[in-house]
């Protein structure tokens, strides 16, 4: 069984349709996929309505969250998406990225780039805007040779010349608002490196602590000897070691199927969750 538990739609900022992403977890040999759009769960109904026969749909999502200015990234999955209050701070986190994006749009102008707002927003289509679709903007425009080229300190990276702030999450207080939506969270990517923060052994036991579910072991960024460290961790912990793609369509590479959970991870996952359940197809 071929289990995917992070994947991104044109809901967020991946470039395909959620109902196509459905489509391709099957062409991949799929047999549970999670949408797991940033701060949203707008993609489910279409994602639903073109779930092909035999693929298992995991309701989840990637919350926004920060921590001393590092930003952590927090999956959750099979909560109650009609929870007022994690759709709430969902709803401000939205809101907040946009004002974030047209200030980084505005910075971009000041820095002498040719990127517009107007050009942005209509890269981004029906998508929440974000970094991603500036960084497209910077790349159609040549001022950097590939979209991934744009997150650095020169451009849009953390800390760059360009970057502004946004509203997000105390990944403790994320914790417990999935928990109490009936969910389950799993911390995405916690040692992919790069610009991202590695995410020490203390800072783990504190949130297992607080009733964090699991860790992401296996994702595309993250190095082997990496996930190795991350699954004593997680076994000392008693967190569930899980596993996902981090697909976004073209601007990933359509990788989806690439990295998955284990069936025994996925199990517990959905033993342990009372807010929502899979859907099969
Ligand atoms: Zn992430
Ligand atoms: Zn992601």
Sequence with gaps: MR??????????????PPGDVMQQAQAAGVDVVAL??????????AALSQLPEGLTFVP?????????????????YLFDSGDAVLAGECERIRTDRVHRAEAMVARLA????GVTWAQVTA?????????????????????????ASAFTKEWIGMGGRAY???????????????????????LAHPRSGRDSWM????????????????VEVSHPEQESAERLRLQAVAGELGLVASGGSDDHGTLTGHRIGCETAS?????????RATGAAPVRG
Excluded: F, N
């Excluded at 289990?3 to 470039?15: E, M, Q, Y």
């Design 3 to 16: 289990i995917d538990l992070h994947t991104h739609s044109s809901v967020s900022d991946g470039t395909d």
């Design 164 to 186: 502004v702030g946004r509203y997000a999450l105390d990944p403790a207080r994320a914790i417990a608002l999935v928990a109490a939506a009936g969910g389950v969270s799993v």
């Design 60 to 76: 989840g999502m990637e919350l926004s969250c920060r921590l001393d200015g590092h930003s952590v990234h927090l999956l959750a």
């Design 263 to 271: 069936p025994q991870a996925y199990e517990q996952l959905v033993e």
């Design 123 to 147: 890269i981004a289509g029906d998508s929440v805007v974000g970094r991603p679709h500036i960084a497209r903007a910077l790349a159609s425009d040549g001022v950097v040779d590939e979209p």
């Design 110 to 113: 000041e820095l002498g780039t």
């Design 199 to 214: 995410v020490p052994d203390d800072v783990l036991a504190q949130w297992a602590g607080c009733g964090l579910t699991g």
């Design 36 to 45: 797991t759009d940033h701060d949203t769960t707008g993609g489910y109904a």
